[in-house]
């Protein structure tokens, strides 16, 4: 299934338009702000930056018509610079989180979401991890809130160096189709 999503330099989906139905590493020469911004089809992540660089967003089938009201939840609508359409995956979700750098200290295997390491696995942080199967929601604080990052199957040896310190504390599959 193909994704589609069309950006907007005005609010309620006025001005010059870009439509993307697949990964953008550079939108700045499409257009100069994003106002608004319509998800046809499949489910996307924004970035703040170029080559999928800085904070992220997840997007899900909607009409979003004044991007600036999102600021309230940490979001700067205005400054997306690069998408990324997130496949649909079927079949089962894996993944192993580790509480330090490079695969180390206490790790578990998760095949669900889950809302906080610290209640569920009794880890005090999470710092690197393997995703086998499937397309996950990273969040940095528990009960999937803070900022967020898109998972997809890899090794990933150190959040700090991805994301400037960051930990994640939360984590959701990418079950649906959008």
Known sequence: MMGKITFYEEKN????S?????????MSSYLSRCQSCRVESGCFMLYERNNYMGQQFFMRRGEYNDMNRMQSMGMMFDNIRSCRMIPFHRGQFRMKIYERENFGGQSNEMMDDCDNIQERYRMSDCQSCHVMDGHWLMYEQPHYKGRMMYMRPGEYRSFREMMSGQRFMSMRRITDMC
């Open 13 to 16: 989906f006025q001005g010059r």
């Open 18 to 26: 870009y439509e993307c139905m697949s990964d953008c590493s550079d």
